[in-house]
């Protein structure tokens, strides 16, 4: 009997983790820069066929830019 044991428990794995960003800036290699909301700037790719102008937001997942994100106002506290 055959057990497919490894594609059983790889579908136990949570998916990428999905993080919202606005683009920096282009590279011309197809690699975009992104700043993420926590501040962190990160390197990822578009789909191919897809370009994305600065400032526009976007969701990363695994280093692939998948989709545009909304702009969502954002709230400074002050403690």
Do not use: C, E
């Amino acid at each position: 009997m055959k057990t497919r044991l490894w594609t059983n428990l790889a579908g136990l794995l949570p998916d990428p983790l999905l993080i919202k960003g606005n683009i920096l800036i282009s590279h011309g290699d197809g690699s975009y820069a992104v700043a993420t909301a926590d501040g962190a700037t990160i390197l990822a790719r578009a789909l191919p066929g897809q370009t994305w102008a600065p400032a526009a937001g976007v969701f990363v997942q695994s280093g692939r830019i998948v989709d545009s994100a909304p702009d969502l106002p954002g709230i400074t506290q002050y403690v």
